[in-house]
């Protein structure tokens, strides 16, 4: 493949949800987040200056185009460009159902790049493999969300799906469905159980829908503090999700 202007489009095109579909591809770009990905996809195409490969020669792809850096500028929508973009494989993950004292992350409708992409590289820390999101959930695999995660799509596997159905299917196979809620009993009281879990974290603005509310079996709720104080009107679901994957882990530490 030649750096032409057929070439800059395509690469240009990723940017859309529609053309990563239909090409089957999604890219990365800079060096943290190519190094990292790498860990778990293999890059179809490497665009990189010669500077670049000549520092990471051990880096591998079915194709290498080698840029010179100016070029570098035409490809990328960052505001400095980097030394190196990758397209990857677009992969389609099945959504998981957990197994016994497995945790999984669904999401409803969350719509903001940077917070699918901080709740992805905080289930990474956290020890959560898999998350399942609804259809109308923000695509992981846009060039925003890939940059905020940090390198943590190499160990998450995100999938999509009607959500409610395959809770339903989930709680017939004995699975916790946990969903954080304004009025839900207090994180900090409420009991775990150890066989496989959901946590289900809604929508920015309008929280877990009506459809996917009646399929939760406990809610929860994380207190402000002090307990009555007036303050923000509820978390960043981003927050929210890293709280409450900290204190089911917690939990799950101190029962050892």
């Known amino acids: 493949m030649q750096l032409t202007n057929a070439t800059r489009k395509m690469v240009a095109d990723l940017d859309s949800a529609r053309h990563r579909r239909d090409l089957g591809l999604w890219k990365a770009e800079g060096t943290k987040c190519v190094l990292d990905l ?3 996809f293999r890059p179809e195409i490497l665009f990189a200056t010669a500077a670049w490969l000549e520092l990471h020669p051990h880096i591998k792809a079915r194709e290498i185009i080698t840029v010179a850096a100016r070029d570098m500028g035409r490809l990328s929508r960052l505001s400095s460009p980097p030394e190196v973009i990758a397209l990857f494989s677009l992969p389609c993950f099945e959504p998981h159902i957990p197994s016994d004292n497995e945790l999984v992350v669904a999401l409803d409708t969350v719509q903001d790049p940077g917070n699918l992409g901080t709740i992805i590289r905080t289930c990474d820390w956290f020890g959560v493999r898999h998350i399942v999101c609804s259809p109308d959930t923000v695509d992981a695999f846009s060039p925003k969300v890939v940059m905020a995660t940090m390198g943590a799509l190499a160990r998450v596997e995100v999938s999509y ?54 399929i939760i079996t406990r809610r ?33 530490l101190t029962s050892e």
């Open 38 to 40: 790498t860990a778990g």
């Open 161 to 214: 799906t009607p959500l409610a159905e395959w809770l339903e299917a989930a709680s017939a196979r004995g699975v916790n469905i946990y969903g954080t809620f304004l009025n839900g009993d207090n994180i900090y009281d409420i009991r775990f159980l150890e066989s496989g879990s959901v946590v289900v974290m809604g929508n920015e603005g309008k929280g877990i829908s009506s459809q996917v509310e009646q």
């Open 220 to 252: 929860i709720h994380i207190p402000s503090y002090p307990i009555g104080q007036t303050t923000s009107e509820s978390l960043n679901v981003a927050t929210a999700t890293a709280i409450t994957l900290s204190e089911m882990r917690r939990r799950a």
